[in-house]
C-alpha cells in the first residue's frame, strides 16, 4: 500500500519560514520524480516545486528564490523549505509522487497570516 505523509504545515506570520516534509512508503522511493502542489480555496492545484529523481529541481516563478525541494532518498523522504512566506502562500499542500504510478498525500495546510 502506497502512503504519502506530509507534515510540517501551520500558521506562520508573513515573512516567516516553514518546512513541509512528505514521508513515502510503498514504492522504490528513488524513481520517482516528486512535486509539491499547493491549492487556495477557490483555485486550481499548482505546482509549486518539483525534485527528479535524478536531483534536477524546478520551481515557477511565484515562488523561486523563496522555496527550496530536496529529497532524502535513504529516508524516502521529500522536503519543502519555504521561506520569506506570504499571505498569498496560504493553501493545503501536497506531496506527489510521480513515477510507475501517480500518487498523492492527504495534505498539510499552510497559514500565512499576521
Known amino acids: 500500500q502506497v502512503q504519502l505523509v506530509e507534515s510540517g504545515g501551520g500558521l506562520v506570520q508573513p515573512g516567516g519560514s516553514l518546512r513541509l516534509s512528505c514521508a513515502a512508503s510503498g514504492i522504490l522511493f528513488s524513481i520517482y520524480d516528486m512535486d509539491w502542489y499547493r491549492q487556495a480555496p477557490g483555485k486550481q492545484r499548482e505546482l509549486v516545486a518539483r525534485v527528479t529523481r535524478r536531483g534536477n529541481t524546478d520551481y515557477p516563478d511565484s515562488v523561486k528564490g523563496r522555496f527550496t525541494i530536496s529529497r532524502d532518498n535513504a529516508k524516502n523522504t521529500v522536503y519543502l523549505q519555504m521561506n520569506s512566506l506570504k499571505v498569498e502562500d496560504t493553501a493545503v499542500y501536497y506531496c506527489?509522487?510521480?513515477?510507475?504510478?501517480?500518487?498523492w498525500g492527504q495534505g498539510t495546510q499552510v497559514i500565512v497570516s499576521s
Open positions: 506527489n509522487a510521480n513515477g510507475w504510478g501517480n500518487y
